[in-house]
């Protein structure tokens, strides 16, 4: 027996390589159909074949590769029908089995070695013609099937691993001589020029731009199919449009020019210990017969799409709409565990919370494709973390409409690889050998300044006292902590809350009950505690406690943590380090909603 593991690499550089959004979301539609719809086209191919089995590959036609596409529900029909489409690799009748088939990544099972190099061979083929600058690499492990899919599947990634960097970089495929026009967007040599421009110039243009531009549309009729599976009367397409202008058809200019947004965001989330899962999926399905493993990992994948898609489908009410159901997002990249979207900036805090809130609450529920349930990631979840749920963390980069894409993404992968800190605080067990417990958390960072997108060096520069004296308080943590009771690292939870900050955005927001221009905190005296957190902590308190017995029926005190009242800072559980709130507050007021704004802007 032979297992198949195809999967791309790079996948955020190749997506975020360029400021367009046309090409980012044509990148990311190439690279969800490398591990799908392709995947399934080359089995198709296997399946038709009989004694040219080894030709299959070896000429893609380009209509197939335009034209044909398959909707989510339809590739997990297809997955799931055991006893038709996808036949158990043991029937006799069959070839080749699919495991998973996701974004950027395929597990297959097949009898035969040609047909394992036939399915890798029409995907590469596929890749380099319709997708140059995707890495992606395929692998072939032979086993002994009944002797343990799982060690199978572990052995086969680090093949893939080994594989990955023994082979050229991607970079070595596009090399020009001098004399070699560059391409305008994306830095590569120009292959051909562009005459479909809005302002009727020509422009030099790259295989890899022209490919993800070719696919750019495509990526946005598939999520518009998404939002109608889930009768969801809106669109996230046109309202955004304002980040890439050439796009924006003639009658949609004016409105493009009076609804352009001040601020936007660029989102990254990504679940907890779901590689650990995926690896080690024999240990937490209780079961070493492969049949199981087989099944159980197949609808693992499936529901894990689902519980992301709908988490994603339900924080969407955390933007405005307008009159023609336009809301200012567009996602990248939706599949698996991972969440990247550019959005309106004012509201991203609040979707990344809802979308965080609703991954928890969807993987505690059953799943279903065509009425048939499946409970298999409640059940992996309690077995891996004794909770019926899994977590993610997000990372929230708001920055200025002019701003590089790909620079905003890797400071929001880096935020929420800070976030990711929780796994290491939140544990079923205290010390080195308790493990992870589900805990979503996010983090973010207002990028006012783009000469320094270095995360380290940024929060260096808000840090006093030697380090001792952090002036934030930043990750968040999303889960209520009324689900954490039975984890460890509860004293480090309590003052990293989200409902903490939301309290203090709202005493810094509101306003004096005799003059509605005016806030009952007032802005001078906010803005000279600002100035006070550089000072140093001592000087910070010294400041706070002369004003703090004024405003104290304003609120003021809500600015403090609970665990050390009177003061601005607090010491942060098991370290010598404080932490204050106020500046996370102060930075995030714009950009966080009140209850009674997000009525008005309804109204």
Not at 376 to 389: D, P, T, Y
Not at 516 to 539: M, Y
Request: hydrophobic share 35%.
């Amino acid at each position: 027996m032979f297992l198949v593991l195809i999967e791309t690499s790079g996948n955020q550089n190749y997506i975020f390589s360029t400021n367009k959004l046309k090409e980012n979301i044509g990148a990311s539609e190439l690279t969800y159909r490398a591990g799908t719809s392709w995947v399934v086209e080359a089995v198709e191919q296997v399946r038709g074949a009989s004694e040219s089995i080894h030709e299959v590959g070896r000429w893609v036609e380009e209509a197939i590769a335009i034209d044909s596409s398959i909707s989510a529900n339809e590739l997990r029909k297809k997955l799931l029908d055991i006893e038709g489409w996808n036949k158990p690799i043991e029937a006799e009748d069959s070839k080749v089995e699919i495991i998973v088939a996701t974004s950027g990544k395929a597990l297959l099972l097949t009898k035969d070695k040609d047909i394992a190099k036939s399915i890798i061979r029409y995907v590469t083929h596929k890749a380099t013609r319709f997708a140059p600058g995707l890495d992606i690499c395929g692998v072939i492990h032979e086993f002994e099937w009944g002797t343990g899919l799982g060690k199978a599947v572990r052995d086969v990634h680090k093949e893939h691993e080994k594989h990955r960097f023994q082979k050229p970089s991607v970079d070595l495929r596009f090399l020009r001589l001098p004399v070699i026009d560059e391409c305008t967007t994306s830095g590569l040599p120009a292959s051909y020029l562009d005459t479909k421009t809005n302002d009727e110039k020509s422009v030099t243009r790259s295989a890899v731009s022209k490919n993800k531009r070719r696919y750019g549309e495509i990526g946005r009729k598939r999520i518009e199919n998404l939002l109608k599976q889930y009768d969801k009367n809106f669109n996230f397409v046109r309202s955004i449009r304002a980040l890439n202008e050439e796009d924006f058809e003639e009658n949609l200019q004016q409105e493009a020019s009076s609804n352009k947004l001040d601020w936007l965001a660029v989102i990254h989330a990504d679940g907890n210990g779901l590689g650990e899962i995926f690896l080690n999926f024999h240990k937490y399905i209780k079961s070493q017969d492969d049949r199981v493993y087989t099944n159980a990992l197949r609808e693992f994948s499936i529901a894990l799409d689902i519980c992301t898609e709908k988490a994603f489908i339900e924080a969407l009410t955390a933007f405005p709409k307008n009159s023609k159901g336009l809301i200012p997002i567009v996602p990248l990249i939706l599949g698996g565990d991972d969440l990247s979207v550019v959005c309106d900036g004012r509201s991203a805090l609040e979707f990344t919370q809802r979308f965080l809130s609703n991954f928890e609450i969807e993987t505690q529920n059953l799943q279903s494709v065509e009425n048939r349930k499946i409970t298999i990631i409640k059940e992996a979840a309690n077995s891996a973390f004794g909770v019926q749920r899994l977590s993610a963390c997000a990372g929230v980069t708001i920055i200025k409409p002019h701003f590089r894409f790909s620079i905003a993404y890797e400071l929001s992968e880096k935020l929420m690889k800070s976030a990711k800190k929780v796994k290491e605080i939140v544990k079923d067990k205290p010390g080195d050998k308790g493990k992870a417990y589900p805990c979503s958390a996010l983090d973010f960072h207002v990028l006012y300044d783009s000469s320094n997108v270095d995360l380290d060096l940024i929060r260096a520069k808000l840090r006093e006292d030697s380090g001792k004296t952090k002036l934030y308080s930043r990750p968040y943590v999303i889960t209520p902590i009324t689900n954490l009771q039975e984890a460890t690292g509860l004293d480090w939870v309590k003052v990293h809350q989200w409902e903490l900050l939301q309290t203090r955005v709202k005493v810094l927001k509101a306003k004096d009950e005799n003059d509605n221009n005016r806030r009952k905190l007032p802005n001078s005296q906010i803005h000279s505690l600002r100035e006070a957190l550089f000072l140093g902590r001592e000087v910070a308190e010294a400041r706070y406690s002369l004003i703090r017995e004024r405003y104290l029926k304003e609120g003021i005190d809500k600015l403090e943590f609970e665990e050390n009242p009177s003061y601005l800072f607090c010491q942060e559980d098991n370290s010598e380090t404080y932490i204050t709130g106020l500046l996370d507050a102060i930075e995030a007021a714009e950009f966080i909603k009140l209850n009674e704004e997000q009525v008005d802007d309804k109204a």
